[in-house]
Nanobody, 123 residues
Framework: QVQLVESGGGLVQAGDSLRLSCAFSGRTFSSYAMGWFRQAPGKQREFVLAITQSGDRTYYADSVKDRFTISRDNAKTTVYLQMNSLKPEDTAVYYC????????????????WGQGTQVTVSS
């Protein structure tokens, strides 16, 4: 069974940077594409970024393009979310997820989810 454990969340000010990590265990990490989603209070979970199994392709939501980046270290079985120029509207619980599918934007295509980590951006 795959386990995903996010870390790195916290309270920051607008304009700050934060890096989230997601540690993967239980299966072969390099067989899974990885994604980050977020959910703000009262809103639906939304796609943020995703990266393919080999890391050769990434996908971004327009709202985070040029501010957030996703990367993975297959040797460390960890995926990262680097968030720069944070805005109050980035406040949400951030979840990492794993899938063996090729379509990475839709949450329902993911098979495993972490418990989430809170990111709060104050103005």
């Amino acid at each position: 069974q795959v386990q995903l454990v996010e870390s790195g969340g916290g309270l920051v000010q607008a304009g700050d940077s934060l890096r989230l990590s997601c540690a993967f265990s239980g299966r072969t990490f390099s067989s899974y594409a990885m994604g980050w989603f977020r959910q703000a209070p009262g809103k639906q979970r939304e796609f943020v970024l995703a990266i393919t199994q080999s890391g050769d392709r990434t996908y971004y939501a327009d709202s985070v393009k040029d501010r957030f980046t996703i990367s993975r270290d297959n040797a460390k079985t960890t995926v990262y979310l680097q968030m720069n120029s944070l805005k109050p509207e980035d406040t949400a619980v951030y979840y990492c997820a794993a899938t063996w599918n090729s379509y990475l934007v839709d949450a329902y295509r993911y098979h495993y989810w972490g418990q989430g980590t809170q990111v709060t951006v104050s103005s």
